[in-house]
């Protein structure tokens, strides 16, 4: 091991020892009043995220309705995943905007999908009402650009998984036993403020966040 | 019923005053309005002629052995177990909250640490501790209030004053922008930065003329000193008062 | 004697004649300090969480080495490779020696202040490596050629005409505009492409928590994601005290930083960064390092009092807050970190005589220490520092003593002897009171006074003696 780490660690053991104190008492953010979800939806839109309710069996439908309100030409979907199928079943009988799968290396679609892919579906892990953000976990199917390359997120939330807080959900999912390489929570598009503290929305990220809510 | 904040058992018989040597050197008669409305709330003021500063100005540019040696001056001039009362926010904190840290790892520090606990600003002592209720007999005025730093963030001395003032039936108490800002004095920083202490005072004078009041009134004289001068200096038609005189002016010098 | 530096006082007397500069600062320090209010209507609620924070942060202090080594171990675990860096230099080194090795020839950089301690870009450069910044505020003053004027807001001295120009000047094919959506737009343009071309990412690191080994960014572009996710190597530079013990401690963390910082709950992302690419994966980098720098900071965690500087968070409350930092701005600390803990660490990291006279920068008000979301003493530590640049404790801060002044030593002997002795005390002001008031304006001290104020009139009585008078009792 380099020099640097023992040296570093030799100084920070000889330095003076301070008591560990507790974890000062503090109860994460629970819903009282204000339901999880409808706090969810009021913080969700103060930083211009989009819900539309559905139903399970709408899905691709209200998909089909998004990707036409946004003038979506095209769409990067996830094919080995439950939503995948859901749409490849839809466009089967009926097409809609061109689909372009993330079946292969990023290498081989960086350019198509840093140039030319309009919307990006993702699933969710869930959402979390105290700050009104969505817990997205990409994977091997589901890969990471999906949520942040296209110019418009489309992320389908069921209306059953919502926490109360981060803390919450780290329990719940089990988040701090063995994470996935990236995890992320999502609140709202990709913005700035850093023009005289102007904001302006997609930087970066996608400008748009549509989220899809699964109410039954 | 709210919960009483006074820590003494009830009302003293007897209290010291510790008038700050801004006050003794530059305006003694805002010091004596502070005895005064003591003396009216009901309580025995005892001045003891060996204080002289609460040695802040040398803590505060790091020459701590000089301030403790003023600090033990003011140890030994408050002997009797009385409660210490301060017009001004920012040498009652000097005491209360710096005095340990100069003292630390001493052998005097549990007698400190004691003497630390006695000391009050004058009005948080004024409504918590004595419970006072004022009349006022003055003519119609609008003022606006000027919190010094020390006193709302050392001493936590934040609605206290404003209160005293809102309870006056004749006074318009009007906020000014940027209220808790603060004025720039900061002691020796007026001096060794004076350019950004004059822009903060400046801004400070403006906030307080767009009030409309004719006059502002502060706890602390050291803030007083510096927007009052910058006031003159700039020809702005608001007079700056202490609250003691503020107040006592207000329910009348004359009658007990 | 050392020759110090007092370029301090002449960067903020500049920056105060600029208007325009002196405008954007407090209009927009303004709207986020009323964020920030709006963010915290219980008191309760923000006390209990701040009081939180600071014992996350104390915890992981007190056990700091063992969370270190604990970190690293899992980051290992979940295929990160760690890096340790003692020095700027060292910490340059380690990452040109990986980008060297990866044959890499551009870097995209996502924010850290951490990497502005280093002047890795500069560094980079002078070794044939392009990096580019890619938050927007760095990417202007980048283009510009300037350094940070904010650790959260960057480029927030510059206004959007002069952005425009910018823009117009360094861009190809861009035209001028100062519409904040088309800037941002434009910038965006430019940037995508450098994501998908550059050989490396690169980014700080907000938390790491040592229980799960894993790397905890916010932003709200996305371009913390797109440096991490889209080049196929991803470095993270961070320093020794980021680590905590728990992921779940990261909620309270990023509650406090978020609306702290910018009066928002939460940034738009955190991203939580626990590995490489796997395999069978189809993007994510596919090798991630973090390099872990002290830079100075275990001789500040060697000091019981200085180390509560270690608990920062970067959230830029403090200086949203300084009403000094409001009129002056960023660039006028001269070092890395602005405003109130600018003024600790700069003295700190860089040494006394070198960046000491920030420690003045402040008239103690204290309302940094106030709005700190994990409870740093803001306003006893510069004051500790003011002590350690003139009466050194042993070693404890480097350069100290160096401002030491035989002056200053007779002027506060003077005035202890006055103040020590109640009857020199009696004695002094009443000589005062005598002549005081002949002092012409023009001396030293009454000359910067009277600049903007009327000279203080010494009153002829003083008040033990009216109270004599008065009958109150002297015991
Ligand atoms: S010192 Fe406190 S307020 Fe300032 S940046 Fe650090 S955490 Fe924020």
């Known amino acids: 091991m380099s020099n640097a780490r023992s040296a570093i660690l030799e100084r920070l053991r000889k330095a003076p020892k301070k008591p560990v104190p507790d974890l000062a008492p503090w109860s994460p953010y629970k819903t009282t009043t204000e339901q999880p979800l409808d706090r969810f939806r009021r913080l969700m839109g103060a930083v211009k995220g989009e819900i539309i309710d559905t139903k399970r069996a709408d899905l691709a439908e209200t998909l089909r309705k998004v990707l036409a309100d946004k003038q979506a030409k095209n769409l990067l979907y996830a094919p080995n995943t439950e939503i995948g199928r859901t749409i490849d079943a839809a466009w089967a009988t009926e097409p809609g905007p061109q689909l372009v799968a993330y079946d292969k290396p990023m290498e081989e679609l960086k350019s198509l999908m840093i140039n030319d892919i309009d919307a990006g579906i993702t699933s969710t892990m869930g959402a979390i009402a105290d700050t009104g953000s969505l817990i997205v976990w990409p994977s091997a199917e589901e890969p990471r650009l999906m949520s942040l390359v296209p110019p418009i997120h489309i992320a389908v939330l069921e209306a059953s998984k919502m926490y109360d807080s981060f803390s919450e959900a780290v329990g719940k999912l089990g988040w701090n036993k063995k994470p996935p390489g990236n995890t992320l929570l999502i609140s709202g598009p990709s913005k700035t403020a850093d023009i005289e503290g102007i904001l302006c929305f997609g930087v970066h990220g996608p400008k748009q966040l549509v989220i899809i809510l699964i109410t039954d | 019923m709210p919960m009483s904040k006074n820590p003494l058992p009830g009302r003293p018989d007897t209290v010291y005053y510790f008038p700050t040597c801004l006050v003794d050197l530059f305006y003694p008669e805002a010091g004596m309005a502070g005895i005064e409305l003591l003396k009216r709330a009901g309580t025995t003021v005892v001045m003891p002629g060996q204080q002289s500063c609460c040695g802040q100005p040398a803590r505060n540019c790091g020459y701590y052995e000089e301030a403790r040696s003023v600090a033990r001056a003011q140890l030994a001039a408050f002997p009797k177990n009385w409660p210490i009362v301060v017009p001004s926010g920012s040498c009652a904190g000097m005491m209360k909250t710096h005095y340990p840290e100069l003292f630390k790892g001493m052998p005097e520090l549990p007698q400190v640490q004691a003497f630390c606990d006695r000391v009050f600003e004058l009005t948080w002592f004024l409504v918590h501790v004595m419970d006072i209720k004022l009349v006022d007999k003055g003519e119609p005025v609008r003022v606006t209030w000027h919190g010094s730093c020390h006193s709302m963030r050392e001493m936590g001395v934040v609605e206290e004053p404003k209160d005293l003032l809102r309870s006056l039936s004749n006074v318009t108490l009007v906020e000014a922008d940027y209220e808790k800002e603060c004025c720039g004095f900061g002691g020796t920083f007026s001096v060794r930065l004076p350019e950004i202490s004059a822009a903060m005072v400046t801004d400070k004078v403006n906030n307080i003329v767009a009030t409309g009041a004719t006059q502002v009134v502060s706890g602390d004289m050291g803030c007083m000193m510096n927007i009052s001068g910058a006031m003159k200096k700039a020809k702005a038609p608001v007079k700056g008062r202490h609250i003691a005189e503020f107040l006592l002016e207000r329910i009348g010098r004359g009658d007990a | ?475």
């Open chain 3, 1 to 475: 004697m050392p020759e110090l530096s007092h370029d301090f006082e002449h960067a903020a007397v500049k920056a105060l004649g600029n208007q325009q500069l002196r405008t954007n600062f407090r209009r927009v320090m303004t709207g986020l300090m009323n964020k920030r209010a709006a963010q915290f209507p219980d008191p309760d609620e923000l006390q209990a969480l701040r009081s939180r924070g600071k014992s996350i942060k104390d915890r992981a202090l007190a056990k700091l080495p063992d969370l270190l080594v604990q970190l690293e171990q899992n980051l290992i675990a979940n295929g990160i490779q760690v890096h340790w860096a003692e020095s700027v230099d060292e910490g340059n080194r380690i990452i040109l020696d990986i980008l060297r090795k990866a044959n890499a020839k551009s870097l995209i950089k996502g924010k850290s202040m951490v990497s502005e301690e280093m002047h890795f870009n500069h560094f980079l450069e002078e070794n044939n490596i392009r990096a580019l910044e890619s938050d927007l505020g760095e990417y202007i003053i980048q283009l510009a050629g300037e350094g940070p004027s904010h650790i959260v807001m960057p480029a927030i001295h510059k206004n959007k005409g002069e952005i425009g120009k910018l823009f117009q000047e360094k861009i190809d094919g861009q035209g001028y505009t100062d519409d904040p959506d088309e800037l941002t737009a434009a910038a965006r343009r430019v940037l995508r492409q450098m994501f998908a071309n550059a050989d490396a990412g690169f980014s700080g690191v907000n938390f790491a928590a040592a229980d799960t080994g894993s790397l905890v960014l916010m932003s709200n572009e996305g371009n913390g994601r797109m440096s991490t996710h889209l080049p196929s190597m991803h470095i993270a530079l961070m320093g020794i005290e980021k680590v905590i013990e728990r992921l779940e401690d990261v909620g309270p963390l990023i509650s406090l930083a978020c609306r702290s910082a910018t009066g928002q709950p939460i940034t738009t992302y955190v991203n939580v960064i626990s590995g490489p690419r796997k395999a069978g994966e189809k993007d994510g980098p596919k090798e991630v390092h973090l390099v872990i720098l002290d830079n100075g900071r275990t001789r500040i965690y060697d000091d019981p009092q200085l180390r509560e500087g270690l608990r920062c968070i970067r959230c830029a409350a403090c200086m949203n807050h300084c009403p000094v930092y409001t009129r002056i701005g960023g660039h006028a600390y001269q070092y890395t970190y602005p405003g109130p803990i600018g003024e600790i660490l700069n003295p700190q990291m860089q040494g006394i005589e070198k960046a000491g006279d920030v420690l003045h920068a402040s008239s103690l008000c204290g309302r940094c220490a106030e709005v700190c979301p994990v409870k740093i003493p803001l306003v006893d530590l510069i004051v500790r520092l003011r002590r350690e640049s003139i009466r050194p404790s042993a070693d404890a801060v480097k350069g100290g003593g160096s401002r030491k002044s035989g002056m200053e030593n007779v002027i506060w002997f003077g005035w202890k002897t006055m103040y020590a002795n109640p009857l020199f005390y009696r004695w002094g002001t009443w000589w005062l009171r005598k002549i005081g008031n002949l002092m012409p304006a023009g001396l030293p001290l009454l000359k910067q006074w009277t600049s903007v104020r009327s000279k203080p009139q010494f009153a002829s009585r003083s008040i033990y003696d009216l109270a004599r008078e008065r009958g109150i009792r002297d015991e």
